[in-house]
């Protein structure tokens, strides 16, 4: 009998250290045969018959500018738009953003479903346009003016099936995503509810982030006497600061795998001096560092700091450095494996959508909710290409698929 105590015990020993090790392996909720079912087929089959309607309100969107900081003409569309769609509470946040509540039977999740309304083009305040054959083109007409079309019709096809949830959805459009989920964040900092799950609607179609990257670097800036260029042997060059700066930044060795340790660092911007025959007095550069893993971001953000601080030390300029420590990364154990995951990856496997990306490197709104410890994840809105510039353009066809599979999801959700 106490052989078999012992064997006991060392199995329950071995399957409780597996069951730690990867404390989520779950099974996705996706099954082929349910896009059959009445209620899919009808959800699918509305929101092709609306093809030109979708289109049209798509255009008429991105058509409303809305920079970071001026998102309130959409708001107010999208809050129209919530109420006449029938959502049981539909209201403005004291941060403005716009959140529409769809209530369960009470037996299910609270489940966040969020686009963002702002865009990065501060100072354009005209916008029209383009339609050639698949693609729209103008700024904004993707990232990400297509999801906040996309959640309206998914809510629309929904009421218009006659779904029933069991799940509360809150669907939101948020300000501030561009500068660093300023939306999101000020929404989950503030209510009482308890979610458990965040799902942003941000992204390429076929990308999926269950993890929030973490992201330092920032400013450096040397500073000198300056000097006229015939005056100027000896004189400490803030210029050759930079340059040495940014050749040992560039050696410093950062993991590119696992992908729960991938670190990048960039050098984006330099510059420094103002005429060609003198000594710089003020020279900067600037370096974007992201990483998966908050341990490695700080090992990254140490050793630049080291770097310019010793190169200051050995020029003889003056060193000011503005670093971003605030942005971390953060991962939730075993959500790769989660039911969440593996059930959007087999719905756009099922929807043939083109290079399917899952990966722990998210940097959209659903980072907010990791952070706090909500299982999260994004979506993407469709097929693009120049995101962030005046030439932005988005799939027409792209589109169609994401909203089948934020519908897909959403019915698998319950």
Not at 223 to 249: C, D, F, Y
Request: charged share 25%.
């Amino acid at each position: 009998m106490k052989k078999y105590f012992k064997l006991g015990l060392l199995v329950l020993t071995i399957f409780s250290t597996i069951s730690l090790a990867n404390p989520r392996c779950e099974e996705s909720l996706f099954k082929p045969e349910m896009v059959n079912s009445p209620l899919v087929q009808k959800m699918f089959s509305f929101i092709e018959k609306n093809r030109e309607k979708i289109i049209e309100e798509w255009i008429y969107l991105t058509e409303i500018p809305a920079p970071s900081g001026h998102e309130e003409k959409r708001a107010e569309y999208l809050k129209k738009q919530f109420e006449a769609s029938g959502l049981d509470e539909v209201f403005i946040d004291p941060s403005g953003n716009v959140i529409g509540i769809w209530k369960g039977t009470g037996r299910g999740k609270k489940i966040i479903m969020s686009a963002h309304m702002d865009t990065v083009f501060q100072g354009v305040w005209e916008i029209k346009v383009r339609r050639e054959g698949n693609l729209l083109k103008a700024p904004g007409i993707g990232d990400d003016t297509a999801n906040l079309v996309n959640l309206l019709w998914s809510i629309r096809a929904l009421k218009q099936a006659g779904f029933k949830p069991n799940n509360t959805y809150y669907f939101m459009g948020s300000i501030g995503e561009e500068i660093g989920f300023v939306g999101m964040e000020a929404f989950l900092d503030s209510t009482k509810e308890k979610f458990d799950l965040v799902i942003a609607l941000d992204g390429d179609l076929g990308k999926v982030h269950y993890g929030a990257l973490g992201f330092g670097g920032g400013r450096v800036t040397f500073r000198g006497p300056g000097a006229h260029t015939m005056q100027s042997r000896g004189v400490p060059n803030p210029n050759l600061a930079v340059a040495k700066a940014i050749e040992r930044i560039c050696e410093i060795e950062l993991p590119s795998k696992p992908p729960e340790k991938w670190t990048i660092i960039n050098v984006g911007m330099i510059g420094g001096g103002k005429v060609t025959n003198a000594v710089s007095e003020q020279s900067y550069f600037t370096v974007d560092l992201r990483s998966a893993n908050q341990e490695e971001l700080e090992k990254a953000q140490t050793k630049i700091r080291k770097i310019c601080q010793d190169v200051a030390a050995e020029v003889g300029v003056e060193l000011e450095m503005n670093l971003n420590e605030r942005s971390k990364a953060y991962q939730i154990p075993g959500a790769g494996d989660s039911f969440l995951v593996r059930t959007v990856f087999d719905i756009l496997k099922f929807l043939e959508v083109k290079e399917i990306e899952v990966d722990p490197l998210g940097s959209t709104e659903a980072n907010v909710g990791i952070e706090k410890g909500i299982l999260s994840v994004n979506l993407g809105r469709t097929y693009g290409r120049y995101k962030h510039t005046l030439s932005e353009e988005a799939e027409i066809d792209g589109l169609f698929l994401a909203i089948k599979q934020i519908l897909l999801l959403i019915y698998c959700l319950k």
